[in-house]
């Protein structure tokens, strides 16, 4: 399906799981506006935008049970605020209307407010709302000039709708939004795939002017817990999730001991994720998105037309002690032929080779073992104590290790039966700039600290020594900057098993389909 997008009215809530049901198959975003003005009597005054919080969290809350999380919805505001007769302007063109229930008149306003040529979809041939029924007159239905909330609004999810939303329907002129900056992510899960937040504001700006674009936004960067309700005497009221409320609870003694007015406080409850896995969280969080990507497309690979479309190459990278091997053998396993560039490097250090000449003749013959191979053990804390070390000895090794993977590489090309994918695991991938010698790059990550743990268990080192050694790798933020799919083994095996399927079907996949296309 083309990339569409479509508005629906709303005025029958019972119906919206048929609906949505409905219009997936023609759009993969959603506008939804509430007819709320067709749920009252002509004598009756549309209530305050508050009083519709309720719904428009179920809403929200209940549409990814209806069509999962392909439809991307967003809920307008700005329909249900007081005075709000003029034209509807939506950021994104619509290409559809749909409508629940049969109120043409509404509809063909739509149509000619957005200019759309193409007839209403009616879902239902009834009139009949039940909106109304849905007003909840216990929630807080004041509205403050000045609203303001704040997190990290990685990769905005149902969560942050419904956590937006709340907002902007208390706010009559002006949002203050408070996005966490690096310097306040480290602790989250998967941080290095968290979004820059440049990029993170800019994603905001644009789901908040698309539901309302009535309202004065500023959405700054913050390096704090508090931002600028610390020093902001114009701000009135403070949104929070039930988690947060000691935060609140927190600006509003930071405001009284700055002689600030105190801002209400309004807590919305969390939503409840249903995966019960022990990986992701309880709740619809951030979390749980960036652990849906492992293993997924990060981004499309591009394009190396030098390259032989047969066999496949999946250049395997990662840090130290993060689980590359293990995961070129879950690979082999499901059919991938795997070079392992560790192993090559082995036969190019071995006697007679040019490497091994070059390398005895730089770090002398103290590091010859009694069988006259080069012991690695006493190689090691020479080149990993001095940075100039290492480059001499990858400046001796690499050139004649690639040269050895693409011997490799062009006898399997040379096969009667060559294989349709190989895994080319090499720690040095992106440091040796390889990555322009396959198809795509697949990465192993592991947070700093459990990469220490691993290397002290593993290699009998002290934490100095491990964390040396891990200095000396490509940081987890340049190794992302190049993955099309990332993996991480922080967990059990049995989840990174899940990755490594998850990553294999869709190439298979994708073969397959480019297979059928020639």
Same mark, same amino acid.
């Given at each position: 399906?083309?990339?569409?997008?479509?508005?629906?009215?709303?005025?029958? +809530?019972?119906?919206?799981?048929?609906?949505?049901?409905?219009?997936?198959? /023609?759009?993969?975003?959603?506008?939804?506006?509430?007819?709320?003005?067709?749920?009252?009597?002509?004598?009756?005054?549309?209530?305050?935008?508050?009083?519709?919080?309720?719904?428009?969290?179920?809403?929200?809350?209940?549409?990814?049970? /209806?069509?999962?999380?392909?439809?991307?919805?967003?809920?307008?505001?700005?329909?249900?605020?007081?005075?709000?007769?003029?034209?509807?302007?939506?950021?994104q063109p619509v290409d559809l209307i749909?409508?629940?229930?049969?109120?043409?008149?509404?509809?063909?306003?739509?149509?000619?407010?957005?200019?759309?040529?193409?007839?209403?979809?009616?879902?239902?041939?009834?009139?009949?709302?039940?909106?109304?029924?849905?007003?909840?007159?216990?929630?807080?239905?004041?509205?403050?000039?000045?609203?303001?909330?704040?997190?990290?609004?990685?990769?905005?999810?149902?969560?942050?709708?419904?956590?937006?939303?709340?907002?902007?329907?208390?706010?009559?002129?002006?949002?203050?939004?408070?996005?966490?900056?690096?310097?306040?992510?480290?602790?989250?899960?998967?941080?290095?795939?968290?979004?820059?937040?440049?990029?993170?504001?800019?994603?905001?700006?644009?789901?908040?002017?698309?539901?309302?674009?009535?309202?004065? /936004?500023?959405?700054?960067?913050?390096?704090?817990?508090?931002?600028?309700?610390?020093?902001?005497?114009?701000?009135?009221?403070?949104?929070?999730?039930?988690?947060?409320?000691?935060?609140?609870?927190?600006?509003?003694?930071?405001?009284?001991?700055?002689?600030?007015r105190e801002l209400e406080i309004f807590? +919305?409850? &969390?939503?409840?994720?249903?995966?019960?896995?022990?990986?992701?969280?309880?709740?619809?969080?951030?979390?749980?998105?960036?652990?849906?990507?492992?293993?997924?497309?990060?981004?499309?690979?591009?394009?190396?037309?030098?390259?032989?479309?047969?066999?496949?190459?999946?250049?395997?990278?990662? !840090?130290?002690?993060?689980?590359?091997?293990?995961?070129?053998?879950?690979?082999?396993?499901?059919?991938?032929?795997?070079?392992?560039?560790?192993?090559?490097?082995?036969?190019?250090?071995?006697?007679?080779?040019?490497? /091994?000449?070059?390398?005895?003749?730089?770090?002398?013959?103290?590091?010859?073992?009694?069988? !006259?191979?080069?012991?690695?053990?006493?190689?090691?804390?020479?080149?990993?104590?001095?940075?100039?070390?290492?480059?001499?000895?990858?400046?001796?090794?690499?050139?004649?290790?690639?040269?050895?993977?693409?011997?490799?590489?062009?006898?399997?090309?040379?096969?009667?039966?060559?294989?349709?994918?190989?895994?080319?695991?090499?720690?040095?991938?992106?440091?040796?700039?390889?990555?322009?010698?396959?198809?795509?790059?697949?990465?192993? &990550?592991?947070?700093?600290?459990?990469?220490?743990?691993?290397?002290?268990?593993?290699?009998?080192?002290?934490?100095?020594?491990?964390?040396?050694?891990?200095?000396?790798?490509?940081?987890?933020?340049?190794?992302?900057?190049?993955?099309?799919?990332?993996?991480?083994?922080q967990w059990d095996h049995d989840f990174?098993?899940?990755?490594?399927?998850?990553?294999?079907?869709?190439?298979?996949?994708?073969?397959?389909?480019?297979?059928?296309?020639?």
């Amino acid at each position: 399906m083309a990339s569409s997008t479509g508005l629906l009215v709303v005025s029958n +809530i019972k119906h919206l799981g048929k609906s949505l049901r409905a219009i997936e198959k /023609y759009v993969n975003s959603l506008y939804i506006h509430l007819n709320v003005a067709g749920s009252t009597s002509t004598t009756s005054a549309v209530p305050p935008p508050p009083v519709w919080g309720r719904l428009i969290s179920q809403l929200y809350a209940n549409s990814s049970s /209806y069509v999962g999380n392909q439809l991307d919805l967003r809920v307008l505001v700005s329909p249900l605020k007081p005075g709000a007769c003029g034209s509807l302007k939506l950021r994104q063109p619509v290409d559809l209307i749909f409508s629940d229930a049969h109120h043409p008149e509404l509809c063909d306003r739509l149509r000619a407010d957005l200019n759309i040529s193409k007839p209403t979809i009616f879902l239902e041939d009834s009139a009949i709302s039940d909106l109304s029924a849905q007003q909840d007159d216990s929630q807080a239905s004041k509205i403050y000039p000045s609203v303001v909330l704040g997190g990290t609004f990685d990769r905005i999810h149902l969560g942050h709708k419904i956590f937006l939303t709340q907002a902007v329907l208390r706010s009559s002129k002006r949002l203050v939004v408070g996005v966490t900056t690096s310097a306040m992510t480290k602790g989250k899960t998967l941080p290095d795939l968290i979004l820059p937040v440049e990029e993170r504001i800019s994603r905001l700006r644009e789901f908040l002017t698309d539901i309302d674009n009535t309202l004065q /936004y500023e959405i700054v960067p913050i390096d704090d817990p508090f931002g600028p309700t610390q020093v902001d005497p114009d701000l009135d009221m403070i949104v929070v999730s039930a988690e947060t409320l000691r935060g609140g609870q927190k600006v509003n003694e930071i405001r009284s001991a700055r002689q600030l007015r105190e801002l209400e406080i309004f807590v +919305i409850d &969390i939503v409840e994720s249903n995966v019960h896995d022990g990986i992701h969280e309880t709740k619809i969080s951030s979390s749980n998105t960036r652990i849906d990507l492992l293993g997924s497309r990060w981004r499309r690979p591009e394009l190396r037309p030098q390259l032989p479309a047969r066999p496949h190459i999946i250049g395997l990278t990662g !840090g130290i002690a993060s689980g590359k091997s293990k995961m070129a053998q879950r690979l082999g396993q499901m059919g991938a032929h795997v070079i392992d560039c560790d192993k090559v490097a082995h036969d190019v250090y071995e006697p007679g080779q040019v490497c /091994y000449d070059r390398i005895v003749k730089h770090f002398g013959q103290g590091i010859i073992s009694a069988d !006259g191979r080069i012991d690695r053990s006493k190689l090691g804390p020479l080149v990993f104590a001095d940075p100039k070390e290492l480059q001499a000895l990858n400046g001796i090794v690499w050139p004649e290790l690639i040269a050895e993977v693409n011997r490799r590489l062009d006898v399997l090309r040379s096969q009667a039966e060559v294989p349709r994918v190989v895994v080319l695991e090499a720690a040095i991938l992106l440091r040796a700039g390889w990555e322009t010698y396959c198809h795509e790059v697949w990465s192993m &990550i592991v947070p700093p600290e459990e990469a220490v743990r691993r290397i002290i268990e593993r290699n009998n080192l002290s934490e100095e020594e491990a964390k040396k050694r891990l200095a000396s790798q490509v940081p987890n933020k340049e190794i992302i900057a190049k993955s099309q799919v990332i993996f991480s083994s922080q967990w059990d095996h049995d989840f990174t098993q899940k990755q490594a399927e998850k990553a294999w079907q869709m190439l298979t996949k994708e073969l397959d389909s480019h297979q059928s296309s020639l």
